[in-house]
């Protein structure tokens, strides 16, 4: 009964490795997440399901860079 336990833990564990590294396959790119829905107050860069998209981060840095430019020119 302990061998079948072990051989039946090492399979699950090899199955595991196997997706890990990506031999059995790999996800598809899907962008059904991709939104323009508006900040929630005091968030900058919203996160998706996996991370963050990075469309947004791209269009919050030019907002922040832009707004760093405004500033600059009232300064002097």
Same mark, same amino acid.
């Given at each position: 009964?302990?061998?079948?336990?072990?051989?039946?833990?090492?399979?699950?564990? #090899?199955?595991?490795?196997?997706?890990? +590294? #990506?031999?059995?396959?790999?996800?598809? &790119?899907? *962008? &059904?997440?991709? +939104?323009?829905?508006?900040? /929630? /107050? #005091? !968030?900058?860069?919203?996160? =998706?399901?996996?991370?963050? !998209?990075? =469309?947004?981060? *791209? !269009?919050?840095? &030019?907002?922040? /860079?832009?707004?760093?430019?405004?500033?600059? &020119?009232?300064?002097?």
């Amino acid at each position: 009964m302990f061998w079948l336990i072990f051989v039946v833990g090492l399979v699950v564990i #090899g199955v595991f490795a196997l997706a890990a +590294t #990506g031999a059995l396959g790999e996800l598809k &790119s899907d *962008d &059904s997440l991709e +939104t323009n829905a508006p900040f /929630e /107050e #005091g !968030q900058r860069i919203p996160l =998706t399901l996996f991370g963050y !998209q990075k =469309t947004r981060v *791209d !269009q919050v840095i &030019s907002n922040l /860079e832009a707004e760093i430019a405004v500033l600059k &020119s009232k300064k002097n």
